[in-house]
């Protein structure tokens, strides 16, 4: 079957954009975990269709540096934020062997974003340092040993009217949001609704680039440990030296290492030997050793010795009259019970 003619034609950008807006929502609300196939997918497609979007909106030169906000189209504002769509969902993908790398491609697009907010005076905010910068200038500030207290409290203050314009920005998109969409709104009411979810993003934009750094920093403390720990222990150590626990190295060359001599077999060999003597707990009752037998053998031998050493002559002497009285009583002598 012939493709149809909206089949053949290139994807529209608005159509790119409402999709990608689209999948970007559902990413956000969706009970899925964040690693699974569901998610993931749709992260991919969108930013499939965004990085199309980016590259439609190079060609048609919707915007420029040299241009006025009111310059821009109510229809085209919207096209703003697709650079923070493309931070958003870059921050969405699942891979420890790549996040650094993701972490720095959402940090290059939140900057995109906001830069392209200050060039038309969108919102007031500081614009956060690039790379380069941030590098210098944790360099130059790693040797104070007090933290500013001053930045630290104006940072503080900074998040607080933030969250505050964040919440008012909310509630009037809400209000908005239904006559946008359902197509009754005015011009006037279009563009201030898109306005307002383009300071919206910038908010959203100046937390992740500060997550971010946060991160990348953590990221690069543990990598940089990693690397110095294997490197270390590649490098050839010398062979320690045996050492003794004593009180003194006098105590140690005057009573020794307290023990009388090294082992001269280990714990495996001598429960091997005991077990094929049969020697052991578990084996039943204990077989003696040959060597223990003919110890015992060699001992009573001595013994039997040194007795017939000691009482010689009255072994001699009984040994005698034993001869004495076979000579004069023959075999059988005096047993007469069983004779007739």
Known sequence: MAASEDDLLPPRLPDLFETSKQLLDEVEVAS???????????????????KKATEMLSQLDLFSQNEELEEISSTDLKYLLVPAFQGALTMKQVNPSKRLEHLQWAREHFLN???????????????????????ENNTAHSSVAYPNLVAMASQRQAKIERYKQKKELEQRLSALKPAVESGEADEEVV????????????????????????EIKILKGRDSAEASTSHSSQQDRPPMRPFILTRNVA???VFGAGYPSLATMTVNDWYDQRRKYGALPDQGIAKPAPELDLVRASQQQEGQEQKEEEDDEETLHRAREWDDWKDTHPRGYGNRQNMG
């Open 32 to 50: 899925e975990p964040a690693g699974s196939r569901i998610v993931q997918d749709k992260v991919f497609k969108g930013l499939e269709l965004l």
């Open 113 to 135: 974003y906001l830069s392209q907010c200050r060039c038309y005076h969108i919102a007031e905010f500081a614009l956060p340092k690039t790379k380069d910068d941030s590098e």
């Open 191 to 214: 563009r201030e609704y898109y306005l307002l979810n383009i300071r919206r993003w910038v908010g959203i934009s100046l937390e992740e680039i500060e997550s971010i750094d946060q």
């Open 251 to 253: 105590q140690a060359k």
